[in-house]
C-alpha cells in the first residue's frame, strides 16, 4: 500500500516540476524531463492504474501551476480563506481530469509487452487531443500547454508552423523517445530514435525562416501605459478623477508617438458617461498631436441592454470593439443552476457582461490591427479571426486578479506564442504588469516590472505575409492527431 501511495506522490511530484517550463522560470527542457520521468513510473506499472497516475501528474502540474486562483478568490474576490481553498482544490480537481483521460487512454491503447515507435505518436496525439479539449470544454481553459515554454527554446521554429500543440506534441515525442531508450528498447528501436534527433535538429532550423516581412514605409512609435492602479482604487468611484488624471498625465508625454495603448478597462466606467467631457476633451489633444489612442472601457447598449468590455479608439475616429470571449465567473456566471452560489462567496464587480460579436480587426495610423482583452490572448483561434487582414496586434489586459503570482509571467507567455504563430508584433498594456512590447520572433523589446507606474516604448512595423499557423489553425495537428487515434484503435481492435 505505501508502495502504492508513493507512486502516486512521485508522480504529483513530476507534474510539480512541469510548471518550472514555463515563465517565470523558463526552463523549457523540463517539460521533457517531467513527462519523460512519469512515463518510466507509468511503463514500470505494465500501463496498469492509467487514469490515476495520470490524475496524480495533473494535480501536481495544476496545483503547482495555477494556485494563483486561491489569490483571485481570497484577496480580490474576498472569499473566505475556507471557500476559496475548496474552490481552488476544485479548479485542480477538474483540470487535472485531461491528463488522467490522456494516460487512460494511452493505458487501453498500448501495450507494455511490446516497444514500437508508434506508441510514442500515439501517446503524443492522446496529450494534444486532452490539452486542445481543456482549451474550449466547460467554456475552456488553455492553461500551461506544453507548447507554451517552446517559445523560449531553440525549438520554437516549430510554433508559426503547427501552432502551440505541434509544440505540445514535439514535447511528448521527445519526451517518450528519451524514456524508451532509458529502458532499454531493442536495436532497431535505438536506431529510430536516431532518426528522431536528426528530426528535431531539423526542426530547430525552422527559426531561420522569417514567415513575415516588415512594411519599412509604416515605422509605428507605440507606448503602453501601466498606471498601477489598485484593484481597490478602480472600483471606488470616488476615486476615478485621479485615475484619469494620472493617464492623461502619462499621455500628454508621449504625444511624439503615433500609437498610445492604455489598459483593460483602463476608464472603469461607461463610454456614454464620459464621451462629452473628458473624451472629448482628451480627443482634441489627440488630433492637435497626430496620435491615435486605444482604451478600455466599459459600453452599454440601450436597445439590448447589455453590458460589454470594450476597447475604443480616440483620435481621429472612434471604433469599438467588444471583448468575446469572457471570463468564466470573472466576467459572468455559467451554468447559473449549478454555481449561483457563487455570487454569494464571491464579491464581482462586472458578474454579467455579455460577449460580444464582428470583427476584432481596428484601424490605428491607416493600419489594420488585430485587437483583443486579457483572457482572449489564450485562444490561438480569437486571435486568428483578424488574421491575415491585421498587420498589427494589441492586447490590453488587467492582472492584478492575480496579484504577484505565477499568473502574470504565465500570461505574458501566452501571449508572446500568439506572436510567434502570427509573426506580428503586440502591444500589450497591463494595469499593474507586465506590459510589454513583442517583436514577431516572440522575443520582447520592451517590458515594465510588476506594480509600478511605468510607460513601455518601442519602434514597431506592420507586418505582412503569413505564417503557415495562420493557414491552417490548430485543425491540421488536431486532425492528425485524431487520425493516429483511430488508426491506433483500429489495430487493437484487429488483433
Given at each position: 500500500?505505501?508502495?502504492?501511495?508513493?507512486?502516486y506522490?512521485?508522480l504529483?511530484i513530476f507534474?510539480?516540476?512541469?510548471?518550472l517550463?514555463?515563465?517565470?522560470f523558463?526552463?523549457w527542457w523540463m517539460?521533457?524531463?517531467s513527462?519523460?520521468?512519469a512515463?518510466?513510473?507509468f511503463?514500470?506499472?505494465?500501463?496498469?492504474?492509467?487514469?490515476l497516475?495520470?490524475?496524480a501528474y495533473?494535480a501536481?502540474m495544476?496545483?503547482f501551476?495555477v494556485w494563483?486562483?486561491?489569490?483571485?478568490?481570497?484577496?480580490?474576490?474576498?472569499?473566505?480563506?475556507?471557500?476559496a481553498f475548496?474552490m481552488?482544490?476544485?479548479?485542480?480537481?477538474v483540470?487535472?481530469l485531461?491528463p488522467g483521460?490522456a494516460?487512460?487512454?494511452?493505458s487501453?491503447l498500448?501495450?507494455?509487452s511490446?516497444?514500437n515507435?508508434?506508441?510514442v505518436f500515439?501517446?503524443?496525439a492522446l496529450?494534444?487531443l486532452?490539452?486542445?479539449?481543456?482549451s474550449w470544454?466547460?467554456t475552456?481553459f488553455p492553461?500551461?500547454l506544453f507548447?507554451?515554454?517552446?517559445?523560449?527554446?531553440?525549438?520554437g521554429?516549430?510554433?508559426?508552423?503547427?501552432?502551440?500543440?505541434?509544440g505540445s506534441?514535439?514535447?511528448?515525442?521527445?519526451?517518450l523517445?528519451?524514456?524508451y531508450i532509458?529502458?532499454?528498447?531493442c536495436?532497431?528501436y535505438?536506431?529510430k530514435?536516431?532518426?528522431?534527433?536528426?528530426v528535431?535538429?531539423l526542426v530547430s532550423?525552422?527559426?531561420l525562416i522569417?514567415?513575415?516581412?516588415?512594411?519599412a514605409e509604416?515605422?509605428?512609435?507605440?507606448?503602453?501605459?501601466?498606471?498601477?492602479v489598485?484593484?481597490?482604487m478602480k472600483?471606488d468611484?470616488?476615486?476615478?478623477?485621479?485615475?484619469?488624471?494620472?493617464?492623461?498625465?502619462?499621455t500628454?508625454q508621449?504625444?511624439d508617438?503615433d500609437?498610445?495603448?492604455?489598459?483593460?478597462?483602463?476608464?472603469p466606467?461607461?463610454?456614454f458617461?464620459?464621451?462629452?467631457n473628458l473624451?472629448?476633451g482628451?480627443?482634441?489633444?489627440?488630433?492637435?498631436n497626430?496620435v491615435?489612442l486605444i482604451?478600455?472601457i466599459?459600453?452599454?447598449?440601450?436597445?439590448?441592454?447589455?453590458?460589454f468590455?470594450?476597447l475604443?479608439t480616440?483620435?481621429?475616429?472612434n471604433?469599438?470593439y467588444?471583448k468575446q470571449?469572457?471570463?468564466?465567473?470573472?466576467?459572468?456566471?455559467?451554468f447559473?443552476?449549478?454555481f449561483?452560489?457563487?455570487?454569494?462567496?464571491v464579491?464581482i464587480?462586472?458578474?454579467?457582461?455579455s460577449?460580444?460579436q464582428?470583427?476584432?480587426?481596428?484601424m490605428?495610423?491607416?493600419v489594420?490591427?488585430?485587437v483583443?482583452?486579457c483572457?482572449?490572448?489564450?485562444?490561438?483561434?480569437q486571435?486568428?479571426d483578424?488574421?491575415?487582414?491585421a498587420e498589427?496586434l494589441?492586447?490590453?489586459t488587467?492582472?492584478a486578479w492575480f496579484?504577484d503570482?505565477?499568473?502574470?509571467?504565465q500570461?505574458?507567455?501566452?501571449?508572446?506564442?500568439r506572436?510567434?504563430?502570427?509573426g506580428?508584433?503586440?502591444?500589450?498594456a497591463a494595469n499593474?504588469g507586465?506590459?510589454?512590447?513583442?517583436?514577431?520572433?516572440?522575443?520582447?523589446?520592451a517590458r515594465s516590472?510588476?506594480?509600478v507606474?511605468?510607460?513601455?516604448?518601442?519602434?514597431?512595423?506592420?507586418?505582412?505575409?503569413?505564417t503557415?499557423?495562420i493557414?491552417w489553425?490548430n485543425?491540421?495537428?488536431?486532425?492528425?492527431?485524431?487520425?493516429?487515434?483511430?488508426y491506433?484503435?483500429?489495430?487493437k481492435?484487429?488483433?
Amino acid at each position: 500500500m505505501l508502495v502504492f501511495i508513493f507512486k502516486y506522490i512521485q508522480l504529483s511530484i513530476f507534474g510539480g516540476l512541469s510548471v518550472l517550463a514555463f515563465s517565470p522560470f523558463n526552463l523549457w527542457w523540463m517539460a521533457i524531463v517531467s513527462l519523460s520521468l512519469a512515463y518510466l513510473v507509468f511503463y514500470h506499472n505494465q500501463f496498469k492504474h492509467g487514469f490515476l497516475m495520470g490524475f496524480a501528474y495533473g494535480a501536481g502540474m495544476f496545483g503547482f501551476g495555477v494556485w494563483w486562483v486561491f489569490y483571485s478568490l481570497h484577496d480580490v474576490g474576498g472569499a473566505s480563506t475556507i471557500s476559496a481553498f475548496a474552490m481552488t482544490c476544485v479548479s485542480v480537481v477538474v483540470l487535472s481530469l485531461f491528463p488522467g483521460m490522456a494516460f487512460y487512454f494511452a493505458s487501453k491503447l498500448l501495450k507494455s509487452s511490446s516497444v514500437n515507435f508508434f506508441s510514442v505518436f500515439v501517446f503524443a496525439a492522446l496529450w494534444v487531443l486532452f490539452e486542445w479539449t481543456r482549451s474550449w470544454i466547460l467554456t475552456g481553459f488553455p492553461w500551461l500547454l506544453f507548447g507554451h515554454a517552446l517559445v523560449d527554446s531553440f525549438l520554437g521554429g516549430v510554433i508559426p508552423i503547427l501552432g502551440t500543440y505541434g509544440g505540445s506534441a514535439l514535447i511528448v515525442v521527445i519526451a517518450l523517445t528519451i524514456s524508451y531508450i532509458l529502458i532499454g528498447a531493442c536495436e532497431n528501436y535505438l536506431k529510430k530514435s536516431i532518426v528522431l534527433f536528426i528530426v528535431i535538429g531539423l526542426v530547430s532550423l525552422a527559426n531561420l525562416i522569417q514567415w513575415t516581412q516588415p512594411d519599412a514605409e509604416k515605422t509605428l512609435n507605440v507606448a503602453a501605459i501601466q498606471g498601477n492602479v489598485s484593484f481597490e482604487m478602480k472600483w471606488d468611484e470616488s476615486q476615478r478623477n485621479d485615475i484619469y488624471s494620472l493617464y492623461l498625465k502619462y499621455t500628454r508625454q508621449h504625444y511624439d508617438k503615433d500609437i498610445i495603448v492604455w489598459p483593460e478597462t483602463a476608464i472603469p466606467t461607461y463610454y456614454f458617461e464620459l464621451k462629452d467631457n473628458l473624451i472629448a476633451g482628451i480627443e482634441e489633444e489627440l488630433v492637435a498631436n497626430n496620435v491615435e489612442l486605444i482604451t478600455g472601457i466599459f459600453t452599454y447598449d440601450k436597445q439590448q441592454q447589455k453590458i460589454f468590455n470594450s476597447l475604443v479608439t480616440l483620435g481621429k475616429q472612434n471604433q469599438f470593439y467588444n471583448k468575446q470571449r469572457l471570463v468564466p465567473f470573472g466576467e459572468f456566471l455559467p451554468f447559473r443552476w449549478i454555481f449561483d452560489f457563487f455570487r454569494d462567496e464571491v464579491s464581482i464587480p462586472m458578474p454579467d457582461l455579455s460577449s460580444g460579436q464582428g470583427s476584432s480587426i481596428l484601424m490605428l495610423k491607416g493600419v489594420p490591427v488585430g485587437v483583443s482583452i486579457c483572457y482572449e490572448s489564450a485562444f490561438a483561434d480569437q486571435i486568428l479571426d483578424s488574421l491575415p487582414g491585421a498587420e498589427l496586434l494589441i492586447n490590453v489586459t488587467n492582472d492584478a486578479w492575480f496579484g504577484d503570482s505565477l499568473a502574470p509571467h504565465q500570461h505574458l507567455q501566452i501571449a508572446r506564442t500568439r506572436v510567434l504563430e502570427t509573426g506580428r508584433y503586440m502591444i500589450r498594456a497591463a494595469n499593474t504588469g507586465i506590459s510589454a512590447i513583442i517583436e514577431p520572433t516572440g522575443k520582447v523589446l520592451a517590458r515594465s516590472g510588476q506594480y509600478v507606474e511605468q510607460t513601455v516604448n518601442a519602434k514597431v512595423y506592420p507586418m505582412k505575409g503569413i505564417t503557415p499557423f495562420i493557414l491552417w489553425g490548430n485543425y491540421l495537428v488536431i486532425l492528425i492527431s485524431f487520425l493516429i487515434c483511430a488508426y491506433s484503435i483500429f489495430l487493437k481492435f484487429r488483433s
